[in-house]
């Protein structure tokens, strides 16, 4: 038979559970990634593929694809938000993200070198690329779509973290990479640290993801009613503000991901309350749902067939369990010690910091541009994270979301 038409029956089936899982799956306590990676796994097994799908032999795609999905992903996360993004009203994201998240990558970083025996370069890389909170397989705990209202405390915070995190990883990832480059040349690498990944890279990042978002917000909104843009009603305008606010962004030397996430911000509080948003948010979430249920179908197939979790030892396996049931939840709590929320919402939001897709984006990218040390141990040590975060948090979500709901009175 055709590989080709193989290929496109395929493709057809999962556009159609992208529109119809969701429902299905509502009321239950699974979730769409759960059932995603079990397909892969049980399809890689059927059609016993000659060349299993392996992320860590083909690095340049894997990370062109990861990285397509969490960049929609971001400017999904970014029109959601109904509440301004302000130091006064997001006072629990700056604590994870100022707070938690370097203290998560130190923790996971020693974790790593103690348990999996890697060294710096690399315990620094495995704990950069697993501090974000995903912004992909986060979309459970997220808030709803634009003017639904109703915004919980837990919902706006994972939310907003989700959309900062991941670029805020990035300074870290760049000096995991800068180290492997110097264990092997002896350059040093501090002061372009500092002065181009920690200073320039995230200024630029903000900078063009504001110009871009302010920009196409006046565009879309200001201009004269004959002509006003928000009138053509097309979702996919997303998806040139993603891609522009991405690529000059990137051309800038800037951090894209925060450029991203930042220009979905700033285009959403142009005009706040316009129905437009909820075409593009709309859009963007369907965009991200097919992309990721196809690149979760192929990470089951690479668990099953491509070697991943082969070598799977008790040292990975402590190190991912302590990753997402110690580390996360206990330095995401202290980071919230002092705030006035009722104390089952800190739980919640230390408990829910999900790993997907984000984090393999991040793998890929280091290994693409430095040597490190048993590349294959990172990229078990990382899945196998992913696994448990997807079956723990996919099950537990539902009812999660409902008991907020429930003290919410909703």
Same mark, same amino acid.
């Given at each position: 038979?055709?590989?080709?038409?193989?290929?496109?029956?395929?493709?057809?089936?999962?556009?159609?559970?992208?529109?119809?899982?969701?429902?299905?799956?509502?009321?239950?306590?699974?979730?769409?990634?759960?059932?995603?990676?079990?397909?892969?796994?049980? %399809?890689? &097994? #059927?059609?016993?593929?000659?060349?299993? *799908?392996?992320?860590? !032999?083909?690095?340049? $795609? /894997?990370? @062109? +694809?990861?990285?397509?999905?969490?960049?929609?992903? %971001?400017? &999904? #996360?970014?029109?959601?938000?109904?509440? *301004?993004?302000?130091? !006064?009203?997001?006072? $629990? /994201?700056? @604590? +994870?993200?100022?707070?938690?998240?370097?203290?998560?990558?130190?923790?996971?970083?020693?974790?790593?070198?103690?348990?999996?025996?890697?060294?710096?370069?690399?315990?620094?890389?495995?704990?950069?690329?697993?501090?974000?909170?995903?912004?992909?397989?986060?979309?459970?705990?997220?808030?709803?779509?634009?003017?639904?209202?109703?915004?919980?405390?837990?919902?706006?915070?994972?939310?907003?973290?989700?959309?900062?995190?991941?670029?805020?990883?990035?300074?870290?990832?760049?000096?995991?990479?800068?180290?492997?480059?110097?264990?092997?040349?002896?350059?040093?690498?501090?002061?372009?640290?500092?002065?181009?990944?920690?200073?320039?890279?995230?200024?630029?990042?903000?900078?063009?993801?504001?110009?871009?978002?302010?920009?196409?917000?006046?565009?879309?909104?200001?201009?004269?009613?004959?002509?006003?843009?928000?009138?053509?009603?097309?979702?996919?305008?997303?998806?040139?503000?993603?891609?522009?606010?991405?690529?000059?962004?990137?051309?800038?030397?800037?951090?894209?991901?925060?450029?991203?996430?930042?220009?979905?911000?700033?285009?959403?509080?142009?005009?706040?309350?316009?129905?437009?948003?909820?075409?593009?948010?709309?859009?963007?979430?369907?965009?991200?749902?097919?992309?990721?249920?196809?690149?979760?179908?192929?990470?089951?197939?690479?668990?099953?067939?491509?070697?991943?979790?082969?070598?799977?030892?008790?040292?990975?396996?402590?190190?991912?369990?302590?990753?997402?049931?110690?580390?996360?939840?206990?330095?995401?709590?202290?980071?919230?010690?002092?705030?006035?929320?009722?104390?089952?919402?800190?739980?919640?939001?230390?408990?829910?910091?999900?790993?997907?897709?984000?984090?393999?984006?991040?793998?890929?990218?280091?290994?693409?541009?430095?040597?490190?040390?048993?590349?294959?141990?990172?990229?078990?040590?990382?899945?196998?994270?992913?696994?448990?975060?997807?079956?723990?948090?996919?099950?537990t979500v539902t009812p999660i979301m409902r008991f907020i709901d429930k003290?919410?009175g909703r």
């Amino acid at each position: 038979m055709d590989p080709y038409i193989v290929m496109l029956a395929g493709f057809g089936a999962i556009v159609l559970l992208t529109a119809w899982l969701p429902m299905l799956l509502k009321e239950l306590p699974l979730s769409l990634p759960i059932f995603c990676v079990a397909a892969g796994a049980l %399809l890689a &097994g #059927a059609f016993d593929y000659a060349q299993a *799908p392996a992320p860590q !032999a083909n690095l340049k $795609l /894997t990370e @062109r +694809l990861t990285e397509a999905v969490v960049i929609v992903a %971001l400017m &999904g #996360a970014g029109l959601k938000l109904d509440r *301004p993004l302000a130091w !006064a009203t997001a006072g $629990l /994201t700056w @604590r +994870l993200l100022g707070l938690a998240m370097p203290l998560t990558i130190l923790a996971i970083a020693l974790l790593a070198h103690g348990l999996l025996g890697v060294g710096l370069a690399a315990a620094l890389l495995i704990g950069a690329a697993l501090s974000p909170t995903d912004p992909v397989l986060a979309s459970d705990v997220q808030v709803g779509p634009p003017g639904q209202g109703g915004e919980d405390e837990v919902r706006f915070t994972l939310t907003a973290e989700a959309g900062l995190n991941d670029g805020l990883a990035f300074p870290f990832v760049h000096l995991a990479i800068l180290l492997a480059v110097a264990s092997t040349t002896g350059e040093g690498w501090w002061l372009n640290w500092l002065t181009m990944d920690l200073g320039w890279r995230l200024a630029a990042g903000i900078a063009v993801g504001v110009a871009v978002g302010r920009g196409l917000g006046w565009l879309t909104f200001r201009l004269p009613n004959r002509s006003k843009l928000s009138r053509t009603g097309d979702g996919f305008v997303a998806l040139g503000i993603t891609a522009i606010a991405y690529s000059l962004a990137e051309m800038a030397h800037g951090y894209g991901f925060l450029a991203v996430f930042v220009s979905a911000v700033a285009f959403r509080s142009f005009e706040r309350r316009h129905r437009y948003h909820e075409t593009l948010h709309d859009f963007a979430e369907q965009i991200e749902r097919l992309l990721m249920m196809m690149l979760l179908v192929l990470f089951g197939g690479a668990l099953a067939e491509g070697g991943l979790l082969r070598d799977t030892s008790w040292a990975v396996i402590g190190f991912a369990v302590l990753t997402l049931l110690v580390v996360r939840p206990l330095v995401a709590w202290i980071s919230l010690i002092g705030r006035k929320e009722p104390t089952p919402e800190r739980a919640i939001i230390a408990f829910f910091g999900i790993r997907g897709i984000g984090s393999v984006y991040y793998i890929a990218f280091a290994l693409g541009r430095a040597p490190f040390e048993e590349p294959d141990l990172l990229w078990n040590a990382v899945s196998l994270v992913i696994v448990i975060s997807i079956a723990l948090h996919g099950t537990t979500v539902t009812p999660i979301m409902r008991f907020i709901d429930k003290r919410r009175g909703r």
